[in-house]
Every structure is written in C-alpha cells, then in structure tokens.
C-alpha cells in the first residue's frame, strides 16, 4: 500500500484519478481503517485529505454554511454559528461514536461510506445540504441524497472526491431536530433514526418542511408523504400522526439482530413525530 | 514499503520507520517501544489504545502511523514526571480504579483530555466524556470517583 498526504485538493485529484488499483480516500479514518484492518478492503493507495487546509474550514456566507470534508464531528460541536444555524445536524454528527471518535470521524465520510445507519445522513437530507464534489472535470454539486446508492457504494467516479457539504442560509423560524433509537445511550448504531427540519409562519402553520429517516431502508431516504403531512398545517396530534404514518409506510426495513422489520417500522413514526416536535419547538412554534 | 515518520512524542523528537499501512497504535507499541499504549478491540470501541494526538484524543489503532508526521503524540508514558506520578495516576491508585490495568492507560489519557477542557466536570459529563472506554472489572465506579478527585485536587493546586 501506499500513503500519500497531498496538501492541496488537485493534488489529491490527480492521485486519485491517476491512482492503478484500489485507491481510497482517508479523512477520519473511523470507517476506512477499520476496514482495512479488518481485511474488508485492500488497498493500494490510500489518499490523506487532513493535510489540506480548505477540507477543516467551516465557513459562513449568504449562500450558507460550508463544511470541509475533514472537518472532525467533535470540531462541529464547538462551531457555536453552526450549531445554533444547525442544530440537528450537529446533534446528529455529535451521536456518532466517542469522543475518540469524535476527534477524527466526519460527515463526509459518514456520507461516503454510505451505511444505511449513518447519523448524520438523514439529518443532511432534512437540512437540503448539498455535496461539493471536486474531479477532474471540475467541480459539480449533488444532494446529500443522491450521494449513497446503496449500502457502502456511492455515485462518486474515479477521480472524485467530496470536499466539502453545503448548508443551505437558515430561515427565519426555522429549526431542525435529529433522533435516533439505540439500544446504548453511547457507543451504538441506530435501529432507526428520523430528522426533521421545518419552517413556520407568524401564525404558527408550516410552511416549509423536510423528513428524513436512516436505518429503514438500503440508504437513509426522504419522506415526501411525512412533509406534504406538515406543510400547511400546525403541529397538532392529527398532523403528528399523519407524519407517523407517513413516515412508517415508507419503511423498507431489514429483519436483524438489533431490531425487526415490524419493530423498525412502528418506532420510524414515533421518532419521526418526536423530531417533529423537538424542530417545531426550536423554531419556537406554540400550539 | 517502509518510511521514515518525524514526529514528538511526549516532549521528545522521535523518527521511526513505519509501514505505510500501519497504525499508529502499532507503531507506538513495535516501533517506538512505548507498551503503555494497549490493544483491545483494533476497532475504535474500547479505547485501550487512547493516545492524545495534536491536543485530540483519539484511538490510536484508528490513526495510520504516517499521519503522525510532524505531529504532537502524548501517551501515558508522558504523564509523570519521572518518579512523581501525575495525580490522575496516585487517584487511581488510591481509589483502587484499577484491577486488571489494561484499560488503565485509555481512561488515564481519557480523563487528562476531559480535565484539560473542563476543570470542574459533573458526574455525568465524566461517564460520557469515558464513555469510549471499557473497563471490564471495575464496574467505573471507581474511576468516575478517582477522576472526581483528581478534578478536586488540581482545581486546588
């Protein structure tokens, strides 16, 4: 194998494009080390984008809030902009692991690896973030959505590499919310997880709103039906229970140790009803 | 393919050789010769192999070896002053936060990094901050109460 710590990003296209065999980007390495320790992978360049000043900024503008792709989890939950712009999306990033982890894990590669369980995924799809993706054609930008095809595969082509994901400007009255079931408290991967971000208006109704859910299905997936549900409403046991079952009709689950397809799909709705409230509330929505 | 890594470890220039798909926690362990750092699960969850990298603790076993170029690495080799141990070490001995002492390294880095950030944690903040550590004997208790003192102490000092 081979080590390479380019300090720009077209250096770090042109290893990754001009790369023979097997050739993986490191940012935290939370994923990718336990991978190749494991022996699930092999590979033959190994590309380190920490050494890359852009890819650790967080910055804020009028077209919103970018994050570098090597930008650390823990180094979010000391962003104070970004978290009150964001919260469910740090809350989310801040689920993943220890602090251990934290010190070295990002939402890039929560992305790129791709696991259906990744916390931060879902939080991203509520939010309406966007990738920054960088190749040799140039740059292009991709809804977080749209990034994972399925469980550990992305639609990144050789040579591309995410550098940073986009937040979009934060609305006035608007928040969002990020909650995942676990057996632990700590240290553990969502059964289900579900994150909502909303929009209200003066007279408390919804007028914007996003549904996202993780671990239900072979990537994290967005819940139109959930959305259609809150907007245009206030945040009442009936719209609660539409955003329920909503969000459980679009449960494709897996049948696996941690939890059953009838178990994830009854608890995908009540998770997605709590994230409801905990957005609306932050948005600061009264009933 | 081997390399040469320049690095510091606990105050001191160190260079060593390292394979470019070795980790750091190896590195440390066959390289450098500091046994202090421990594998328990090579996985990022049990956090025997806690070492504080660039003022950040981490798993050691989840950092490759050649990132460390240039870096700063603290490891519990580096936390007493020759003889005098550091207090976080005389507190775990004297509330008997230890049995087996293979985690014993992990939860001392651990705690050092909390204390480091926040002088004054609450039980709480102490259980989550080591939460990224797994004590098979112990049942934490002991810890938790040994960092507690050890807070109380250099809060004084």
Sequence with gaps: MRYEAPLTTPEAVELLASAKGRVHVLAGGTDLIVR??????????????????????IRKSAAGISIGAATSCGAMGKHSVLKKAWPGV????????????????????????????????????????????????????LPVEKLATGPGKTSLKKGELVTAIELP????????????????????????????????????????????????AIKAIRVPAAEKALIGNTLNEETLAAVAKACSAACKPIDDKRGTVEY?????GVLAKRAAQAAWTRAGGKA | ????????INGDAVGFACEADETLLDALRNRVGLKGVKEGCGTGDCGACSVILDGTLVCSCLVLG??????????????????????????????????????????LMAAKALLKNNPDPSEEEIRYALAGNLCRCTGYDKIVRAVQATAAELREA
């Design chain 1, 36 to 57: 190749m320790k494991g022996g699930f992978i092999e590979p033959d360049v190994v590309v380190d984008i920490k050494r890359i000043k852009d890819m650790h900024v």
């Design chain 1, 90 to 141: 740090v809350e989310a990033a801040n689920l993943i692991g220890s602090d251990q982890v934290q010190g070295r894990c990002t939402m890039a590669g929560n992305l790129c690896n791709a696991s259906p369980a990744a916390d931060s995924v879902p939080a991203l799809i509520a939010a309406g973030a966007q990738v920054l993706i960088v190749g040799p054609r140039g740059e292009r930008r």
């Design chain 1, 169 to 216: 400007p934060r609305k006035v009255r608007s928040a969002d919310a990020y909650l995942r079931f676990t057996p632990r408290t700590e240290m553990d991967i969502a059964v289900v997880s579900a994150a909502v971000n909303l929009t209200i208006d003066r007279k408390n109704v919804i007028t914007d709103a996003r549904v996202a859910l993780g671990a239900v």
């Design chain 1, 264 to 268: 994830r799909t009854r608890v995908a």
């Design chain 2, 1 to 8: 393919m081997t390399n040469l890594v320049n690095t510091n």
């Design chain 2, 66 to 107: 050649m990132e460390v170029e240039g870096r700063t690495v603290e490891t519990v080799e580096g936390l007493s002053n020759g003889a005098e141990l550091h207090t976080l070490q005389s507190k775990f001995i004297e509330h008997a936060a230890l049995q087996c002492g293979i985690c014993t390294p992990g939860f």
